[in-house]
């Protein structure tokens, strides 16, 4: 089942902060954030493991509460280059990771001068 | 390093015709994924290829076949096109093993008359 995100949609000016939720009614291995800008392929930016390890972007941090079975994506001082729509992708725990993502409802971040 | 890319980046066909995409997967990658996104939703997995075997299914119908060649690249074909099947098809490869990150391909939009 698609992992829910919250909220659908953020406006910014440059320099504040924003969180991203990532809420999945099944049990997770691990959670994947991605960022895509509008006509363009999605980026990578983080993986987040059971037992807390992350793998990904040195600026933009993130939590997983395993047992709640949610992710947040936490952006700070956001710049322009950060506007886009931030998918998550779980992994449910079946046997070990595949990379085979099933991919939140997205949310739109704008950041403005 | 030579990233993901697809081809071609735009196809128009209708209804009943069949479709081949093409991915070439990013160097020292040996796995890749098939993606379908909708306009305005989050990348859906359609199946994975490694090391020349089908990886893993999502919820499309037969009609959605593939294949990766030695060298790791990859052909989506579908057949019997419905107009449901327009959207943005995404290629990712990644590294074998657990919990790699994926590098998407601009992608190829799919218009079904």
């Known amino acids: 089942q698609q992992p829910v995100q919250s909220p659908q949609a953020v406006i910014l000016r440059e320099g504040e902060d924003a969180v991203i939720n990532c809420s999945s009614s099944k049990a997770l291995y691990s959670v994947h954030w991605y960022r895509q800008k509008h006509g363009e392929a999605p980026v990578f930016l983080m993986i987040l493991l059971k037992g807390g390890e992350q793998k990904g972007h040195e600026k933009i941090s993130a939590s997983f509460n395993e047992k709640k079975q949610q992710s947040s994506l936490y952006l700070t001082a956001s710049q322009l280059s950060y506007s886009g729509t931030y998918f998550c992708g779980t992994e449910p725990p079946s046997g070990g990771a595949t990379n085979k993502l099933i991919f939140g409802t997205g949310t739109l971040l704008a950041v403005q001068p | 390093e030579t990233g993901v890319t697809q081809s071609p980046t735009h196809l128009i066909k209708t209804r009943g015709q069949q479709v081949t995409l093409r991915c070439s997967s990013q160097s020292g990658h040996n796995t890749v994924s098939w993606y379908q996104q909708a306009l305005g939703q989050g990348p859906q997995f359609i199946f994975q290829y490694y090391r020349e075997e089908e990886n893993g299914r999502g919820n499309f119908p037969p009609r959605f076949s593939g294949l990766q060649f030695p060298n790791y690249s990859s052909e989506l074909n579908v057949n019997a096109l419905e107009l449901d099947d327009s959207a943005l098809y995404l290629c990712?490869?990644?590294?074998?093993?657990?919990?790699?990150?994926?590098?998407f391909g601009d992608g190829t939009r799919l218009s079904i008359l």
């Open positions: 990712a490869s990644s590294r074998g093993g657990t919990n790699q990150p994926q590098h």
